[in-house]
């Protein structure tokens, strides 16, 4: 994709946003899910950071109706990012809890998501100090997916 500034990332957008009524016609609420992370991905791109974590959480809502746990994972990760420059805590948090969520189900990381998931763990923990880093993904793996989202910020 090009630059937002030569327009790619807007006409992404209208793309999946044409794409996302076509799967809402056809009643496909997994691709619908799935849509909603990758338009949230495109508002991160362009630092709509409001717009990406209500995206975001959407996604998770239909993820958790349809008891989608890897794609639960996967939006509790890109959400981690969308929060992580308000509150660097409460993203570790969400990380944790992701983590152990991966774990439970067996999950992997798809290969093509390891970089970026691996530089934003690196940028919380230079944030946040090794030990605050810590402490705040320890307390994340120990909770809920939906008790971790309770403590992100609106």
């Given amino acids: ?49 409001a717009r990406a974590r209500g ?13 989608d746990m890897p794609g639960l994972t996967s939006a509790m990760e ?7 420059g308000d509150d660097a805590e409460a993203a570790a948090r969400l990380h944790g809890a992701a983590e152990a969520l991966r774990e439970a189900i067996r999950g992997m990381l798809p290969p093509q998501a390891a970089a970026a998931h691996d530089k934003g763990l690196a940028d919380l923990e230079a944030r946040l100090g090794p030990e605050r880093y810590e402490a705040a ?14 403590t992100l910020p609106l």
């Fill in 137 to 150: 993904r320890r307390q994340g793996s120990s909770m809920s997916p939906n008790e971790a989202l309770a």
């Fill in 55 to 67: 995206l975001l959480r959407q996604s998770l809502a239909i993820r958790q109706d349809l008891g």
């Fill in 78 to 84: 890109s959400l981690a990012g969308a929060v992580a």
């Fill in 1 to 49: 994709l090009s630059t937002p500034r030569t327009g790619g990332w807007e006409a992404a957008r209208s793309l999946h946003i044409e794409a996302l009524a076509i799967l809402e016609e056809l009643g496909d609420t997994r691709g619908v899910a799935r849509l909603l992370t990758h338009l949230a991905d495109l508002a991160l791109a362009a630092g709509d950071t």
